[in-house]
């Protein structure tokens, strides 16, 4: 029992120790500069509302499925989100001009879109739209059926 017991009280006394000087390395050290500038990059872009985007579903095999409806939003430099929602009908395009040529449908009927899938249609229509380096990210936030 007294082994145990020892045991017990240098594991706590080790953790107490290594978490203390931890704490007063941060302290002394700040948080550098890697932190501040991960801080200055997320405030720094913003979302975009593509608005309703109607999109063939089709199988592996060239078949129409049927059609979904998208809503995406699109992750942009601050500075660039007028240039963006300017830009618009050029991306809408340029999705158009993919979707019909990638098979999206999933699920046994082919009702189901592939939002990955679409994700990276959309990705690769940004820089044709909006150049190279402008689209981020894009977040499907809504897929129905039309």
Known sequence: MKKILFLLIVLLAGLGLGGGAAYATVM???????????????????????GKILAPLVF???????????????EVPA???EFV????????HAINMRTYRTPMAAGPDGLIPDLETFRKVVMHAGPEAFGA????????TQANPA
């Open 133 to 140: 380096g402008v689209l981020r990210k894009v977040a499907v």
């Open 79 to 81: 500075e660039k989100a």
């Open 60 to 74: 592996a095999d060239g078949r129409l499925s049927g059609y979904v409806q998208f809503q995406i939003q699109l």
């Open 28 to 50: 002394l050290l700040g948080p550098g500069p890697a932190a501040a500038t991960a801080h200055v990059a997320e405030t720094d872009k913003t979302f975009v509302d593509a």
């Open 85 to 92: 929602a300017a830009r618009m009908p050029l991306l809408l």
